[in-house]
């Protein structure tokens, strides 16, 4: 396991854009797999999007193909999330989550790091 740090969330109306950061809070060795997950209140914590080890796959949710862009890099293993077009339903904890593998998963199961998570608020 890792320890992960958010930074990025906020207010923002609708519309808008926000990047959140996701950074590993000491230099870690090995090929980890970063992803994003978010949980709005009263609701299950879900995917959101996925980036593999070197930054050739990525995954999103259906509900944030188009408007949201995982990346990552790896000089300062840190992988971003750009958020575009935000909406009233995208208001939530946005949670940072690793795991050292080659693989790339989208259920919480598959990761064991995880962040303090980051809120996001969007205003309509």
């Known amino acids: 396991q890792v320890q992960l740090v958010e930074s990025g969330g906020g207010f923002v109306q609708a519309g808008g854009s926000l990047r959140l950061s996701c950074t590993k809070s000491?230099?870690?060795?090995?090929?980890?797999?970063m992803a994003w997950f978010r949980q709005a209140p009263g609701k299950e914590r879900e995917f959101v999007a996925v980036?593999?080890?070197?930054?050739?796959?990525?995954r999103y949710a259906d509900s944030v193909k188009g408007r949201f862009t995982i990346s990552r890099d790896m000089a300062h293993q840190t992988a971003y999330l750009q958020m575009a077009s935000l909406k009233p339903e995208d208001t939530a904890v946005y949670y940072c989550?690793?795991?050292?593998?080659?693989?790339?998963?989208?259920?919480?199961?598959?990761?064991?790091?995880w962040g303090q998570g980051t809120q996001v608020t969007v205003s309509s």
């Open positions: 989550a690793a795991k050292r593998t080659q693989r790339s998963g989208t259920s919480t199961d598959f990761f064991d790091s």
């Open positions: 000491e230099r870690t060795f090995g090929t980890y797999a």
């Open positions: 980036v593999n080890w070197n930054g050739d796959i990525t």
